[in-house]
């Protein structure tokens, strides 16, 4: 089945640090990747969509320069949190899809503590 | 844009009994229905799907049902295995390359 790898797992730095995370989908080609936000017990928010080679669209109310996303090659998209606040704390979620038609997969989740 | 609604948001049911979690959505040009389960500590699991041109589908012990009319669709876990304990995520897409709308989730618990 679909894997898709996101890294680190686990996070916990300074104030004012920038922290990227990494996603990858280890056995296809993802066209589209999502980026999520997860606060505990509610439901993934979507960040951003990211398609490779452009740049990425973001929901509203998420700044794009306080969230950076780069999705270089059809297997790679990283988030970079700048400049880290303790409000940036949460689970940051990636999602992969291999075309527009498909299911979208997701990773483990990356749990961003900032202290 | 697309409002899904999920019901219940915690569910206890004990081993070997069934479990149903239904969702509804909005938006008529939805097209996509996923189910996902959420452990502790991890992402998302993607258990079973299904688009707008089935009614029904099962996988083994899950299964689920669209009404397109409605706008409605559930889940069904049968023969339930405290294993199946985790948080369980609908969701509504439009045609290719839309985002997924998600539900609030459901906390189902199964006791031994």
């Known amino acids: 089945g679909a894997v898709v790898s996101q890294h680190p797992s686990r996070v916990i730095c300074k104030s004012g640090t920038s922290v990227k995370i990494e996603c990858r989908s280890l056995?296809?080609?993802?066209?589209?990747m999502f980026w999520y936000r997860q606060f505990p017990k509610q439901s993934l928010m979507l960040m951003a969509t990211?398609?490779?080679?452009?740049?990425?669209?973001?929901e509203q109310g998420v700044e794009k320069d306080k969230f950076l996303i780069n999705h270089a090659s059809l297997t790679l998209s990283t988030l970079t949190v700048t400049s880290a606040h303790p409000e940036d704390s949460s689970f940051y979620i990636c999602?992969?899809?291999?075309?527009?038609?498909?299911?979208?997969?997701f990773g483990d989740g990356t749990r961003l503590s900032i202290l | 844009g697309e409002n899904v609604e999920q019901h219940p948001s915690t569910l206890s049911v004990q081993e070997g009994d069934s479990a149903v979690i239904k969702c509804t959505y909005s938006?008529?040009?939805?097209?996509?229905f996923p189910w996902y389960k959420q452990e502790l500590g991890k992402g998302p699991q993607l258990i079973i799907d299904?688009?707008?041109?089935?009614g029904e589908k099962k996988d083994q012990r899950i299964a689920v049902t669209l009404n397109k009319t409605a706008k409605h669709f559930s889940l069904h876990i049968t023969e339930t295995q405290p294993e199946d304990s985790a948080v369980y995520f609908c969701?509504?897409?439009?045609?290719?390359?839309?985002?997924?709308?998600f539900g609030k989730g459901t906390s189902l618990l199964v006791t031994p």
């Open positions: 990211s398609n490779e080679g452009s740049k990425a669209t973001y």
């Open positions: 938006d008529s040009a939805s097209n996509y």
């Open positions: 999602s992969a899809v291999r075309d527009s038609n498909q299911p979208q997969h």
């Open positions: 969701a509504a897409r439009q045609n290719s390359g839309y985002a997924l709308n």
């Open positions: 299904i688009r707008s041109n089935v």
């Open positions: 056995d296809f080609q993802a066209t589209t």
